[in-house]
């Protein structure tokens, strides 16, 4: 682990090797106690019927996949996440347009680095190009590699607010966060759809009823949603320079104004001359569904985020429509999640889109 071990042309006195040596054994440690934590915690968690596994299990409130690594990656990152002030943190329940903003913000952040004839989107799904936060703490190769990343890091996560590590929350820390929410009607036409394509086999299939039960009770993935969003809209109310709080379908009814925010957001405003030449559409269309989803990279293979979770790429671009939950609910569905959003808003001046 320490430097001086693996890169003999960097110099470094006997002390500070032995501190280094000293830190890492400390960091090895620490990891051990917060795995035999984790390990001792599972058996003693609220256990429901899971989405695309036999079961989800509920910690602090929340719900995760006991067979992911997610649940883990919440209780590891609450001691170990190290981070800087320039990190930049998408956030978003899933199926909230996860895998669009991920293009749009990565885009927008290097649009200085690579040209658009050759750009990195055209060959690596937005997945492969903006690593999850929530599954950093896999092995030594993963830690290392995400500290090893330059700065400004981007990372994306699924973490409701509540269980970001303080350390990440906290002003001083510099560390900022774009949020995006959805109607929770198409999210759960859209995550009961991929989750039955990524469900096993050997599970009986989820019915759209039972998915629509489980879900009004909050029992989904990261899940319950209207929690999931007010943490992140109160958050963005009390900081605002900190939360960016974005709506999708807002931001499918006019991207240019939403990926300027984006853009002024994280410090990287477009100039008159880029504003001239077209650069905000040019990355629009670029990230465009039409565009993704056309893509060789993302009609098939699989996107793997962790030792137990691969993906069909071509699950990611369904329709990305707005209003898509009428073909899918029935009248009284769409009238009780309405009641539900009615309800957990009230008082927070929040309201979905429409």
Known sequence: MPLAASNPCHNISPENYKQ??????DEAISFQKTDEKYRDLIPTLPKEKGWMVEHLLQYNGYWFSPSTSALKGAIFLQHHFKPRPTDVLLATSPKTGTTWLKALIFATMNRANFELSNHPLLTTGPHGLVPFFDFIFQDDDSIS????LPSPRLFATHFPYSLLPEIVTTSSSGCRFVYICRNPKDVLVSKWLFMSKSRPKELPNLSLEEAFELFCRGVSHFGPYWDH????????????????FLKYEDMKND???????????????????????????????LCSFENLSNLEVNKGGMQKFSPEIAVDKSNFFRKGQVGDWKNYLTEEMAKRIDQISDEKLLGSGLRFGT
């Open 20 to 25: 280094e040596m000293k830190e890492g054994d």
């Open 255 to 285: 991207p240019v104004v939403h990926v300027r925010r984006l853009a002024e957001f994280i410090g990287k405003p477009f100039s008159a001359e880029e504003e001239r030449n077209g650069a905000v559409e040019e990355i629009i269309r």
């Open 229 to 244: 969003v007010l943490g992140y809209w109160k958050a963005s109310l009390e900081s605002p320079n900190k939360v960016l």
């Open 145 to 148: 590699s995400h500290r090893a």
